[in-house]
C-alpha cells in the first residue's frame, strides 16, 4: 500500500479546500504495528505483538522483501488471537453490497474502490461526515454484513484498525488517484473491478455547469491551482 502525504503550502500561500478523501484500511491482522513496512503506530500495546518485531513509525523508504513480509505473517498467524484471514470472492461481493447501502443512505460520491484480500481502498468526495467517520460507517456496515451472512463469526474481528486517509484538494489528485486504486487489483493479478456505486470522476468541482464562485474554487483559484 503507497500512502501520499496531503500537499503542503508555506503561510504565504492560501490552503486550497479538500474536496475528497482516499480512504484507506486493513482486514484484521494485517498491518499491526511493527509491520515490516512500518506503520503509523508509536506503541504496542499488548507485549505478544511486540514479540513480533520493532516498530518503525512512518513507511520505510526501502520497503522489505516479499520474503521478509511472509515470515512476518507467519509469525503473526502463530501469535494473533483469532485466524489471519483474506477476503474471497464471496466476502468481497458481501463488503461490497454493505458499501452501496452506506454510500445511498449517506448520499456519498464515491469516484473509485477497490476491495482487496487484506485491505481496502475508497476515494469519496467531500462530504459533510469528516473522513474518520465516513470509514466508521463502512467498516461497521460490512462487519454487520458479513457476519449477516455467516462469513464472519461474532467473536472473529474483521477490520484492523481506524486506517488511514488522505487528503486531496485538486482534481489531478483525484484523478491520479483513481488509476491508483483501480490498478490495485491488477498489480496482484487480479481483474479490474467494477462496483454499481462507483461513479465516473467528472471534473468537480470544475464540472460542467460548475458554479465559478464556489468557495472550492475561489480556493484553488487563490492558491495559483485553478485555470478557471
Known amino acids: 500500500m503507497r500512502l501520499r502525504a496531503p500537499s503542503l503550502y508555506t503561510s504565504r500561500v492560501p490552503k486550497a479546500i479538500v474536496i475528497a478523501h482516499h480512504l484507506i484500511w486493513t482486514a484484521y491482522g494485517w498491518w499491526l504495528p511493527n509491520d515490516p513496512r512500518g506503520s503509523t503506530s508509536r506503541t504496542i500495546r499488548k507485549e505478544i505483538i511486540a514479540r513480533l518485531g520493532e516498530i518503525h513509525h512512518g513507511r520505510k ?5 516479499t520474503k521478509v513480509l511472509r515470515t512476518f505473517f507467519d509469525l503473526a498467524r502463530s501469535t494473533l488471537k483469532h485466524p489471519l484471514m483474506e477476503f474471497d470472492d464471496d466476502e468481497a461481493s458481501g463488503i461490497a453490497e454493505a458499501f452501496r447501502d452506506v454510500i445511498e443512505d449517506d448520499r456519498y460520491t464515491c469516484y473509485a474502490c477497490a476491495i482487496m484480500p487484506d485491505h481496502i481502498h475508497l476515494l469519496i468526495r467531500k462530504h459533510k461526515h469528516l473522513a474518520e467517520e465516513m470509514i466508521a460507517n463502512f467498516q461497521d456496515a460490512s462487519r454487520l454484513r458479513l457476519r449477516a451472512l455467516g462469513l464472519r463469526s461474532e467473536d472473529h474481528p474483521v477490520w484492523g484498525g481506524p486506517g488511514w486517509k488522505v487528503f486531496l484538494d485538486h482534481p489531478s489528485e483525484i484523478q491520479r488517484t483513481v488509476r491508483y486504486i483501480e490498478e490495485n487489483p491488477i498489480h496482484i493479478g487480479r481483474p479490474r473491478q467494477n462496483w ?23 480556493a484553488l483559484r487563490a492558491a495559483g491551482r485553478s485555470t478557471y
Open 196 to 218: 454499481p456505486f462507483v461513479m465516473p470522476y467528472d471534473n468537480w468541482p470544475f464540472h460542467e455547469g460548475h458554479d465559478p464562485s464556489s468557495p472550492y474554487v475561489r
Open 61 to 65: 523508504r526501502i520497503q522489505p522483501a
